[in-house]
Structure formats: C-alpha cells, structure tokens
C-alpha cells in the first residue's frame, strides 16, 4: 500500500467516518546528477553560514520567515501545529454541486479516499449517494501547510478527491479569444467528419511518453557504446488551403469510410466528398 498522505475525519452533516488519503498519481521523468566536468565525480552541495563563513550541518537549521529586507522570525514545528485550523483532522464537507459544473481547470492533484476500520458502511453510503445522484461533495482540508479546497467523486471502485485551485490562482486567460466569425460552414463539416474519423473510446494506456523512452535508449546507447541515431525532424508544412488539407487528412485515414457518415443537415460538399471516397474504394476493389 502506498503512504499514507493525510489521515482524519470524513464529516457530511451528522455523519462522521475515518479515512486515510493516498496518491493517486505521480509524474516520472529521467533525472540526472550533476557531475564535476573533468573527472566526472558526483557533486555535493554544501549549506553555507554567511555570517559564520563555514559550512553547517543539518541538525543546526530552523525555518526562517523574511517579514523585513534580512529580518527573520524563527517558526519552529510547534507554532505551525498551533496555527493548523479544524481541517487538519476532520475534512468538513461545505456543499454538493453537480458533476458537470466543475471545471476541470480547476482541478489539481488526485487522491484515493479509503475508508480506515469502522468507516466501510458510510463510506459506501457516501460513495453510492454521489455515484446515483450525479453530484461531488465540495470539502476543506489542511494539509503540506496549507488549507486546500476539494473535491469527492465516485470513481470505478470508490472515492477520488482532487484538491482545487482558488480562483485568485487561476489565469482566466482574458488574452485568448477565438474569433468564430472565422470559420466558414464547408470548412466546419469537414472538420467535423475528420473529428468523426479519428473518434476512439478513451484508452490512455496505449499512450506513452515518447520524450522519455527515448532519453532511456540515449542513455542505453551510450552506456553500451553504440552510436546514437537522431530521428529526422517533423516535415510541417504551412497550411495554405485549410479545405484541401481537411480533405487530405481524411483520406488519409485507414478507417472504414461506412463508418464515416455525414451528419444530419450536412453541407452538399461534405456529402460529395465522402461519396467520391466510397467510389474509389469499389474501383479499386
């Protein structure tokens, strides 16, 4: 089982259930060390005393808060326990809201809720409660230092929480506006079938981190001496005529065409394109 990220009180109204929170999920990356360039020896860093001129061991520092230009108060684990609010042991459900009016922009890192002894029943309940009604359970918690807004959702097998950004962290993005005065009818019925073309259910284990897997191969390569090969550059070419390039990308699909049909309403050049496609598979054939 993974760690254990916060533990407490789950509270809804007059009902109370002890939980215990657990990363749902974690970036991976290829790290690197920093060396020393003429013999390739591993660097260490050393914590430095300006005042002393010497470097410090670690047992010999405390946290510091800059309240004026090179003016500090010390703040030691204590004084951060007495300022912990209510939330740092029970997670207060404030309200329920419907799924869909939660942006997902808002959204920060996911947790798995499990339900600590004694706590399977309401938190079935719970879970149940939100999976039919539609809902998610708006929550406050304490945790890293700091209070977190959050939010429960019903997931596959149980409870997920995601804490959320406030709304004075979010960039509203006032800059980027999208002009749709600029498409033209053809142009949005072709688009519209290629979306049709391209549409899978959702399987996110088939996608992998090419940037990573191929760092990994770099360094097996060098370890082993074998001479590293460079992928060509992506061949982009600028878009022109955004109608020729639309009806290039869809023939281009592998997909059966039958299973690309006009919508309803459909403009005549999106029907006289999928039509001609259909009679050049049955010459070919």
Avoid at 37 to 54: F, G, T
Avoid at 162 to 179: C, P, S
Wanted: aromatic share 8%.
């Amino acid at each position: 089982m993974a760690a254990t990220i916060w533990k407490g009180q789950l509270q809804f109204g007059l009902v109370s259930l002890p939980i215990r929170l657990y990363s749902a999920a974690r970036g991976e990356s290829v790290s690197f060390n920093l060396l020393h360039a003429p013999d390739h020896s591993r660097i260490r860093q050393v914590i430095y005393c300006q005042a002393e001129d010497k470097p410090v061991p670690r047992n010999e520092l405390v946290k510091g808060y800059e309240y004026e230009k090179d003016h500090y108060v010390v703040i030691d684990d204590e004084d951060i326990q007495k300022a912990a609010p209510k939330t740092a042991k029970v997670m207060e459900i404030q309200e329920f809201v419907k799924a869909d009016q939660v942006d997902p922009l808002f959204l920060e890192s996911s947790y798995y809720v499990a339900p600590e002894e004694g706590g399977e029943k309401p938190y079935a309940l719970l879970f149940e409660a939100l999976r039919q009604s539609q809902f998610y359970a708006v929550a406050k918690v304490s945790m890293h230092n700091r209070e977190h807004v959050v939010i429960l959702r019903p997931a596959s097998k149980g409870l997920l929480l995601h804490t959320m950004y406030y709304v004075d962290e979010i960039r509203r993005g006032e800059e980027f506006r999208t002009d749709v005065s600029l498409v033209k009818e053809r142009e949005l019925e072709l688009a519209k079938t290629l979306i049709s073309s391209l549409a899978e259910d959702f399987q996110p284990e088939k996608y992998h981190d090419t940037y990573r897997e191929n760092l990994r191969e770099m360094i097996d390569a060098k370890v082993s001496g074998r001479k590293i090969v460079e992928p060509p550059p992506p061949k982009i070419a600028p878009v022109i005529d955004i109608m020729e390039a639309l009806k290039q990308s869809i023939s281009a699909r592998r997909k059966p065409v039958q299973s690309v049909t006009a919508e309803p309403g459909a403009s005549t050049e999106v029907k006289k394109e999928l039509a001609s496609r259909k009679r050049g598979r049955r010459k070919a054939s």
